[in-house]
């Protein structure tokens, strides 16, 4: 039914873009998504959260957008949560958002997680 699926002007730019952006500057193959997935253990590079490989909630998240001058380069991206991702995250730069996620935890819990991206971004 056509009334179950609804797309909005917003979410087909964004789709359209999408697809550009993985025409013009390719995407990471699929072993390189699994090498993402195995360096964060699973788990969401931002709050933590264990994500089922291959799950829905699981989203590659660039570091650096395209639009701010990044690339699909596999160490660009982390693996994020749908919700870190998808809610929260927004237009907010990585870091700001790795601080504001772990501002309510120990300063280690924050220093592990940014040295893991740090050390993934080479």
């Known amino acids: 039914r056509s009334s179950d699926l609804y797309i909005t002007p917003s979410m ?20 390189e998504k699994m090498d993402v997935w195995q ?3 699973n788990c969401c590079a931002y709050c933590g959260y264990h994500i089922e490989v291959g799950s829905r909630k699981g989203h590659l998240d ?9 690339t ?7 693996l994020a ?31 592990q997680r940014l040295m893991k991206i740090k050390t993934w971004q080479g």
């Open 12 to 31: 087909a730019k964004n789709s359209m873009q999408r697809s550009l952006f993985k025409i013009i500057y390719g995407y990471p193959a699929d072993k």
């Open 39 to 41: 360096y964060f253990d």
């Open 62 to 70: 660039h570091l650096i957008a395209i639009s701010d001058g990044g």
């Open 72 to 78: 699909n380069d596999i160490h660009n991206f982390v």
């Open 81 to 111: 949560c749908h919700i870190c991702n998808g809610d929260e995250k927004r237009e907010q730069s990585w870091l700001d958002f790795l601080k504001l996620k772990c501002s309510d935890l120990s300063s280690e819990v924050f220093e």
